[in-house]
């Protein structure tokens, strides 16, 4: 459902941020573990939050069903991919990671720090960031929603796709190129990193559209704005399509990809230890 908010630039619920981050008091949990995460960290938070007298409504290992229980935030024992996973089960509700993965970006504590991170938590120190999702469209489709990215990417690894970009109805230019990548604040960090976008700021209402190794001498990421809408069409050759690195979409010649950010956003917990730019400079610098 899209949200009152759309092309505002006041407000502060969460379906409208990005805004400052909020503090969130924490009395009932929930607990999302990776299969690859040990009991033994398991216990140790659930001993802390016990602790604490902070009441633990599950203990949900991945791919069982939706955990929507009204929680004030849940633990997410894993890496990025695990977040990213969480943040479809529980969509409205605020996530903290612990990091067991090897970036661990969008984590707000680490395993060496669980019990005093997680002490300072449930004493009012947990800040809470909303950052805005991309909403995808194929064809005339259904519109979808990815906290990350979505990424076309060509089907053949000894291919390349050709793709006619327009920004809000102007044609802006034509790209052979492995594909294209349209991305988050939050996923500004990730694949369109790597592929050599920039770090759109936390509190941004923005996002940025990557170019993958274009066959061109000249090309740049573009920052687009909330409200703009960036249109891919294929003009030749099969393509896939990718959200948050969920199993990709086949398309073909003709199709066509609209991407623009979303009214709805995902609720990023973080220590006062792991900020948005504490955690850029630990991860990347």
Avoid at 85 to 97: D, E, K, M, N
Wanted: with cysteine; proline share 5%.
């Amino acid at each position: 459902m899209r949200g009152p908010c759309r092309g505002s630039s006041v407000g502060a619920s969460p379906g409208c941020g990005p805004e400052a981050p909020t503090r969130v008091s924490v009395r009932r949990a929930a607990v999302y573990v990776s299969p690859k995460v040990g009991r033994e960290h398991v216990e140790r938070l659930l001993a802390v939050l016990g602790e604490g007298g902070v009441e633990v409504l599950e203990v949900r290992e991945e791919g069982e069903p939706n955990g929507d229980l009204g929680a004030d935030v849940v633990f997410v024992l894993g890496g990025d991919g695990t977040m990213l996973r969480a943040s479809r089960i529980y969509p409205r509700t605020v996530l903290l990671g612990v990091n067991f993965g090897r970036v661990g970006f969008m984590s707000g504590l680490l395993p060496e720090d669980l019990e005093s991170g997680v002490g300072k938590v449930i004493s009012g120190g947990l800040e809470v960031q909303d950052y805005r999702k991309l909403e995808v469209q194929v064809n005339e489709g259904e519109w979808r929603t990815a906290a990350n990215e979505a990424a076309l990417l060509k089907s053949q690894t000894h291919h390349i796709v050709s793709v006619s970009v327009r920004i809000s109805g102007e044609d802006l230019f034509d790209f052979r190129c492995d594909g294209f990548i349209a991305a988050t604040p939050l996923g500004s960090t990730a694949y369109a990193l790597s592929a050599g976008g920039p770090i759109l700021s936390a509190d941004t209402r923005s996002y940025v559209l990557v170019p993958i190794a274009p066959h061109a001498l000249v090309s740049r990421p573009l920052v687009l704005g909330e409200g703009q809408v960036t249109e891919l069409r294929l003009k030749e050759r099969a393509a896939v399509l990718s959200l948050d690195g969920n199993e990709p979409q086949r398309l073909g010649a003709g199709d066509v990809v609209r991407a623009r950010l979303s009214d709805e956003s995902v609720r990023i917990g973080r220590t006062d230890e792991w900020t948005w730019w504490r955690a850029v400079r630990r991860t990347f610098l």
